[in-house]
């Protein structure tokens, strides 16, 4: 049973037991992740200044003006906080399920971090494809293609699951648009942004994005990132890197990431680098 399961039913034994209780909205389509949306609005009693904590609201997902009961927060803020809390753990601790790999057509492979731990612990070991998948990639990768895309769990695969659907069909189309070769995408569990180097090598691309699930917060747990590097060799950094982060929901939404990472691959392509030699290159020609 995940963390977000067992917490969601404390709070309806909770809730039950409340004096005043307030009404849950269960939200079926975010896995039954509860929701108190009167909370974030009506938290602070008789404010000084309502408009204030509306403006702050406004632009930012933070917790203000929750309220305080004492020196704590609101019981139904707390139920919340733990809730949130329990969503970023199972958007760690979760595998993407075989069912939204196989309905996405993404083949399987792995690292060398054979479990959660190792690849919490020892970073290198999500860096390197493991012996099975580097000898499946060798026969059976798409070769020589201008772009590769993979995909990665990376510390969400919430992330995967919620943005690759419609991300990943949106990029492979506008690629096609503008007459870019692409190989045939695949998933790469445990698998961190470096690896995209292993992987570049062996399929001989010149263009290799990852789309890898990052960090989760108490804000969103369904944040998913795009590295992209252009022909990465021993040598390559960090700062050869470019990153476009923040995709999901309310921040860049899918579709919108598809298309805009597109028109940035090309722009990639004609430069022939990423990170920052591309940047420079690109604020030299604006």
Request: proline fraction near 3%; glycine fraction near 6%.
């Amino acid at each position: 049973m995940d963390i977000q399961e067992i917490v969601r039913r404390v709070v309806e034994e909770v809730q039950k037991n409340m004096n005043s209780p307030k009404e849950v909205n269960i939200d079926q389509s975010t896995e039954e992740i509860i929701y108190f949306p009167e909370e974030r609005i009506k938290g602070v009693e008789e404010p000084h200044n309502a408009a204030s904590i509306e403006r702050a609201q406004s632009i930012t997902p933070a917790r203000i003006g929750i309220g305080r009961t004492g020196t704590r927060m609101l019981t139904t803020s707390y139920l919340q906080f733990l809730i949130d809390h329990a969503a970023a753990q199972d958007a760690v601790l979760r595998d993407v399920s075989d069912d939204f790999l196989q309905n996405m057509d993404l083949y399987k492979l792995e690292t060398k971090a054979s479990d959660m731990k190792s690849y919490l612990m020892d970073l290198d070991s999500g860096r390197k494809l493991s012996d099975e998948s580097v000898k499946f990639l060798e026969k059976n990768g798409d070769k020589g293609k201008d772009v590769q895309i993979i995909i990665c769990d990376g510390l969400s695969s919430s992330a995967v699951e919620a943005n690759v659907i419609d991300l990943l069909p949106a990029l492979i189309q506008g690629l096609k648009l503008k007459n870019i070769s692409v190989a045939k995408p695949f998933f790469i569990k445990r698998g961190r942004v470096w690896v995209q180097d292993e992987v570049a090598a062996i399929v001989n691309c010149n263009l290799v994005i990852s789309l890898i699930g990052e960090r989760p917060g108490l804000n969103t747990d369904e944040s998913l990132s795009a590295y992209m590097i252009y022909r990465p060799t021993e040598k390559t950094v960090e700062a050869d890197r470019t990153v476009i982060s923040n995709i999901h929901k309310d921040g860049l939404t899918s579709l919108e990431a598809g298309a805009y990472l597109s028109d940035l691959i090309e722009q990639m392509l004609l430069a022939k680098c990423t990170g920052v030699s591309f940047a420079q290159q690109r604020s030299f020609n604006l």
